[in-house]
């Protein structure tokens, strides 16, 4: 018998949080965003759940893009950090792969080699990875021009910094930036919106949104939960209790003592732990949930197993699942206990975890 530590995949869950990014972008049509494996739900089950949806997807790096061509899917696959190779640029061209051009590097590739592919031009309005400058873009618009790339150019992408930041001044700064230097050529596509731009009041998404977390049901928008922006979450994970007891009050549970019982306390130990992916930074007091019940972890982290508090939860036993993120505890929240974002959780999760969809 498999140990039950499980990451839940609910597929229809995804469905539904597409159709919010699809209603939010209004007019603007939505790429959807899987790299990291999907978020880490597993890109080919999540490619093929959206199939039937999404006109495009998005990746990381071209190894992802095969991924999806060889779980069947034919719709065209935007590279988001375009080629890292000259010679990707064939592979391209015969796999409809649409890189972006982000750096001159790149520029050379296209110019020296006879393979173009559909592309994107990423221009830097200020995030500052990737990307050419607005005071750049004539003299590279005319190079490629001259090696007759027009027709290949989809159209220009950027990227914003602060869009979670519902207070932040710097995604409209970068979006009247984007507008300004595209505006010499009004016929090519613009692509702006990561997640947090569809939750941004009157944020224009031009004509193709580039959606991540919110499909996943994580929260785009810093200080919010998922399910507080209306999204569902799609990845429950579960892990059995493999021991129950009563430590008493002095007594320690765990690496270096860090938790001592204040007073007699019933506890268990579940089978999971960082190597699973589950964030070693979550310490004592992160929400877990037993039988719809929320608990507490207490004490350190361990690689294979953690412990809880199941004072909340008398009835507990081993072998019952408990639920370390999921519909009863968000991930967002244990995310914000393990001080970063739901993003590193759910990619972070190891391939030790099995995902089955519901
Ligand atoms: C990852 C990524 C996205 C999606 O971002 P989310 O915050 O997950 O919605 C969009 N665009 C680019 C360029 C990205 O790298």
Redesign the pocket.
Known sequence: MPRSTIAHIDLDALRTNYRTACERAGSARVMA?V?ADGYGHGIARIASALADVAPKY?V?CIEEAFAIRAAGHTQPVVL?QGVHAADDLADCVESQFEPVLHGVHQLKWMEQGSHLPDFWLKINTGMNRLGFWPDDLPAVMARLEKMNAFARLQGF?S?FACADDADSTMTSAQTATFETATSPWPSLMKSVG???AHFIPGQPLFDWS?????LYGGS?IAGKTGPELGLEPVMTLEAPLITTRTVRAGESVGYGAAWVAERDTRMGMVAIGYGDGYPRHAGTDTPAAINGRRIRLIGRVSMDMLAVDLSNAPEAREGDLVELWGRTVGVDEVASCAGTIS?ELLTGITSRVPRICR
């Open positions: 965003v790299k998005a990381a988001l992408v990227h990561n997640s947090a580039r959606p991540g977390i919110m785009p993003y």
